[in-house]
Nanobody, 124 residues
Framework: QVELEESGGGLVQAGDSLTLSCAVS????????MAWFRQAPGKEREFVGG???????YYAESVKDRFTISRDRAKDTMALQMDSLQPEDTGVYYC??????????????????WGRGTQVTVVS
């Protein structure tokens, strides 16, 4: 059974940077897409960005040019580098993985495995 674990969340000031990591365990074979979603209090979970099975990256417009996703094939990890953080980036960030994911990776229903999330709080 695949398990995902996020780390790296915290409390930062507006304008700061933060890097989240997602470690995958229990995967035996296959090519998968992975993504980051976030959920702010009282809001729906939203797509942040992702990396498809071919390691091509996609981003939500709200984070494009500020966030960068990278994957380490050997370690089976994914990172989310977040720069120029703003209070509206506050939320619980989740890592997700799926084998059959829509083209732009943005549909949460396509993902089979999820981490428990890590809290990111940005204060002004």
């Amino acid at each position: 059974q695949v398990e995902l674990e996020e780390s790296g969340g915290g409390l930062v000031q507006a304008g700061d940077s933060l890097t989240l990591s997602c470690a995958v365990s229990g995967r035996t074979f296959g090519s998968y897409s992975m993504a980051w979603f976030r959920q702010a209090p009282g809001k729906e979970r939203e797509f942040v960005g992702g990396s498809d099975w071919n390691y091509k990256t996609y981003y939500a417009e709200s984070v494009k040019d500020r966030f960068t996703i990278s994957r380490d094939r050997a370690k089976d990890t994914m990172a989310l580098q977040m720069d120029s953080l703003q209070p509206e980036d506050t939320g619980v960030y989740y890592c997700a993985e799926g084998a059959f994911v829509s083209r732009d990776l943005s549909d949460a229903a396509d993902y089979n495995s999820w981490g428990r999330g890590t809290q990111v709080t940005v204060v002004s």
